[in-house]
Each structure stands twice: as structure tokens, then as C-alpha cells.
């Protein structure tokens, strides 16, 4: 088993360096295409686009790994909490969020 997973090491690393440089390339295409016309700036190069990228992903998305559960948890919780609200909590909790609060009607 382990031999397996050792044989495909590369091919995995192939194919997310593919992936990079195709995205990367992507986002080049985009900004070389558009932005220098709009905003009259330059144009950039493929590893450029993956420093975006990589900026990018570091400022707005962070690296926080995978979520293990995708919120099954966090729904049961909410189910659990529903079960045991007395009618008058539900209807307060039902009601959170929508705008009939903020504009005084039902329909928005």
C-alpha cells in the first residue's frame, strides 16, 4: 500500500503544478486583457499572475484547510436548540433576518 501512494507523489504534484500554471495564466490573459485598456497600466507575466494569486489567497481567503464537517455540526446544534424553543422563541427566531423588521412590512 505504501508503494502505491509513494508512485503517485509525483503525479499529484504534476498535476497541481499544472493546475497553478493554467490558473495562472488565466488570471494573465484576464489582466493583460482588460486592465491595461481600462486603467492604463501595465501588462504582467504568468509568474507575476501567480504572485496575485498567491497574494490574493493569503489576504482574502487565508489558509484555514479543509473543513472536516461542512457545518453538519453546526446545523445539528440549531436543530437541537429549535426542538427545545417554546412556540413564542420560535416565532422571535423565524422572524430574525428578514426585512418585514427593518421596513415595517411582509413582502419586500
Not at 508512485?7 to 495564466?25: D, M
Not at 482588460?34 to 497600466?41: K, T
Request: aromatic letters at 12%; proline letters at 3%; one cysteine or more.
Amino acid at each position: 500500500m505504501r508503494k502505491i501512494w509513494i508512485r503517485k507523489i509525483p503525479v499529484v504534484i504534476a498535476i497541481a503544478a499544472a493546475g497553478i500554471f493554467v490558473f495562472s495564466g488565466v488570471v494573465m490573459l484576464l489582466w493583460n486583457g482588460i486592465l491595461p485598456a481600462v486603467l492604463h497600466i501595465g501588462t504582467i507575466t504568468i509568474w507575476q499572475a501567480a504572485g496575485i494569486l498567491l497574494l490574493s489567497k493569503i489576504l482574502f481567503g487565508g489558509f484555514k484547510g479543509r473543513r472536516m464537517f461542512n457545518g453538519s455540526c453546526r446545523k445539528k446544534s440549531l436543530f437541537m436548540k429549535w426542538q427545545y424553543m417554546t412556540p413564542e422563541e420560535k416565532e422571535k427566531f423565524s422572524g430574525m433576518g428578514h426585512c418585514n423588521k427593518v421596513y415595517g412590512t411582509a413582502n419586500c
